[in-house]
C-alpha cells in the first residue's frame, strides 16, 4: 500500500522554526518529485515548494528564503525547514508526489502548522 506519512507539525511563535517530515511507504520520495502545499483556513491549497527527482528545487515566493526542501534518501524520508515562521504561514501543510507521469497522485495526511504573533 502506498503513502507517505507525516509528521513535525505544531504551534510555534513567530520568528521560530519548524521541521516538517514525509517518509515514503510503498513509493520513492527519491525518484519522483516531491510538492509541498498548504491549506489555510477559508484558503485555496497553494504551492509552497518543490523538489524534483533530479535535487532541483522551487519555491513560492512568499516562502523563499525561509523554507528550504530537502530529501534523505537512505530513510525515503523528505523534509520541509521552515525558518522565520509568520502568522500568514499557519496553515495545514501537505505533502505530495505523483507516478507514472503524473497519472498517480499520493498526498500525505497533512499536518497542523500554527504560528502565533
Known amino acids: 500500500q502506498v503513502q507517505l506519512v507525516q509528521s513535525g507539525g505544531g504551534l510555534v511563535q513567530a520568528g521560530e522554526s519548524l521541521r516538517l517530515s514525509c517518509i515514503g511507504f510503498g513509493i520513492s520520495v527519491s525518484f519522483n518529485a516531491v510538492n509541498w502545499y498548504r491549506q489555510a483556513p477559508g484558503k485555496q491549497r497553494e504551492f509552497v515548494a518543490i523538489?524534483?527527482?533530479?535535487?532541483?528545487?522551487n519555491y513560492a515566493d512568499s516562502v523563499k528564503g525561509r523554507f528550504t526542501a530537502s530529501r534523505d534518501n537512505a530513510v525515503n524520508t523528505a523534509y520541509l525547514q521552515m525558518h522565520n515562521l509568520q502568522p500568514e504561514d499557519t496553515a495545514v501543510y501537505y505533502c505530495n508526489t505523483s507516478t507514472h507521469g503524473g497519472l498517480y497522485h499520493y498526498w500525505g495526511q497533512g499536518t497542523q502548522v500554527t504560528v502565533s504573533s
Open positions: 523538489m524534483t527527482s533530479g535535487g532541483s528545487t
